[in-house]
């Protein structure tokens, strides 16, 4: 998938970009102006199975790097993709990419080559608070926090999409393939029955001798991007030191993650096994190691940082809870990042005894106590999701709700409110007394009263299972950008 993904939108959308207009493809672009050519794609899968056709519907492609030593977000058009026409999933992408600028204050550098919003959906582009129009906001919001942004316009920039560059501090147009016009030469006949070319109307001489939209004119691409780079070098945004962190590998090879990796949902793999192979050195210093054990917490390194780990072991019981509050209240005082690694039980069945329900009660506040801890730690924190991603355990273990820093999952992850395999079962008989005697009526007319509906209703529940089962993927998650991307196991460690 990620190999159909780099492929845009196919070789006759490829041959058009690079034989007819001869521009360079997108990934050709990112290295002539990264630093090694090396960067993070962020939610590469995007729009891989949206209704908008047979190819990703994203239209860009989003990341962190290196320019002259400084960390960098990009968001750069994909113009085999529909001409880098934006869809609603391209929207939430760019935002996303934003948003992570914003708060690791990382210069954003924007690669437009896009013919703006895809009309046919504006109900779903437009008019709400994080539709297109955020983008620009966000420009603003940026500029006024000191975060710098810069631009390259190295294809069409049309209609809104024309305020990217304008609204960068500073931006390169390239000759003869750049243009920036609110409405193209399609418009202008339909409206006034003028014949203009793109380039008088709005090309890279005009703007740079006549309009002053853009700063820089550039020849050819591979100048623009050597341009891009000389424009960096003088924000005086200091490059974050490479500090020699003598790290130790971990004992045991990360390749054996993809063994390891869980495809039973029940938390019934010791997670300390996927901690040995993460960790420096496997080296981990438990906390609590004792108590609550189905919650691993703990310190570890990972190539070189210092960071706290809080990693399931099992379902999310009272205990754990509680010790998982108080270890990060302890990362939150110390300004240690968190590391969450989920792996939550599907949800139990519901009490079948007042005292299972007292229990289940005293579990839901230490839970309550946990998400208020998870919620306002002030530390950077990284979930990733090693196997499920169920319910409130979910929420608990900084679920994509409580705004971690980054959320990566695994590819065998599941994501959903419950699992499709997991569903209540009959209680079993015993001695029953008082209340537990009607507890177990209820429940017996209870269940009579299911067995009747599961007869009436069998195709709509297997069909309704069926969408469950489709819809808790990894694939179907990271496709609407609810995490930051699939990472291969091997790679964790890396990423």
């Known amino acids: ?121 504006q109900s779903e582009l437009f008019p709400d608070k ?16 000191g975060i710098p942004q810069v631009a390259v316009v190295c294809g069409s920039c049309v209609a809104g999409g024309a305020y990217v560059p304008t609204m ?28 203009v070319s793109p380039e008088d109307l709005g090309g890279a001489r005009l703007h740079s001798q006549v309009s002053g939209c853009t700063d820089h004119f550039a020849p050819s691409e591979e100048e623009a991007y050597e341009c891009i780079r000389h424009v960096v070098s003088t924000l005086n945004c200091e490059p974050v030191p490479e500090q020699d962190r003598d790290h130790d590998s971990p004992l045991y090879s990360p390749e054996e993650l993809l063994g390891l990796a869980p495809l039973d949902y029940g938390c019934t793999l ?46 999310l019981a ?56 998870v919620a306002c730690a002030a530390v950077p924190k990284i979930t990733i999701v090693i196997g499920g991603c169920f319910g409130s355990d979910s929420y608990v273990m900084c679920g994509r709700s409580f705004s971690p820093n980054f959320l990566f999952l695994w590819p ?13 079962t009959v209680p079993p008989a015993g001695d029953w007394t008082g209340e537990e005697l009607e507890l177990k009526q209820l429940k017996a007319n209870f269940f009579s009263l299911l067995c009747c509906f599961y007869c009436a209703f069998k195709p709509v529940l297997f069909s309704a299972l069926s969408r469950l089962e489709e819809e808790s993927s990894a694939f179907y998650s990271s496709s609407r950008v609810w995490d930051d991307g699939i990472v291969l196991p091997q790679d964790t460690r890396k990423v």
Not at 170 to 185: Q, T
Not at 412 to 424: E, M
């Open 168 to 195: 960068a501090e500073e931006s390169v147009i390239i000759d003869k393939i750049g243009s920036l016009f609110l409405a193209g030469p399609p418009l202008v006949k339909a409206a006034t029955g003028e014949d």
């Open 318 to 373: 009272h205990d754990a809870a509680l010790k998982g509050s108080h270890f990060v209240q302890l990362c939150g005082q110390r300004g240690i990042p968190i590391l969450f690694l989920q792996n939550t039980a599907p949800q139990p069945a519901g009490p079948a005894s007042i005292s299972q329900a007292e229990a289940h009660s005293n579990r839901l506040k230490a839970q309550a106590s946990m998400m208020a801890a």
């Open 130 to 145: 994080l539709h297109g129009g955020r983008v620009f906001y966000n420009e603003a919001i940026m500029s006024a926090m």
């Open 1 to 121: 998938l990620l190999e159909r993904a780099k492929k845009g939108g196919g070789e006759n959308a490829i041959l058009r970009h690079t034989q007819r207009n001869k521009k360079l493809f997108v990934r050709e672009r990112l290295r002539l102006l990264l630093d090694d050519g090396d960067f993070l794609e962020l939610s590469p899968l995007a729009g891989l199975d949206m209704p908008y056709g047979d190819v990703p519907a994203a239209g860009c492609l989003t990341g962190i790097g290196k320019i002259c030593g400084v960390w960098c977000v990009f968001i750069a058009s994909d113009a085999t993709v529909k001409g880098g026409t934006i869809y609603p999933i391209g929207v939430k992408k760019q935002l996303r990419a934003q948003e992570i600028a914003m708060e690791n204050r990382l210069l954003s550098v924007h690669l437009v080559d896009s013919g703006g919003a895809f009309l046919p959906l």
């Open 412 to 424: 065998n992850a599941r994501v959903a409110l419950v699992d499709s395999r997991h569903f209540p």
């Open 270 to 315: 010791p997670v300390k096994l996927i901690l040995s192979r993460l960790v420096d050195g496997s080296r981990f210093q438990e906390f609590k190691a004792a108590y609550g054990t189905t919650l691993v917490t703990g310190f570890g390194h990972v190539e070189g940082h210092l960071v706290g780990i809080v990693a399931n072991n099992g379902e």
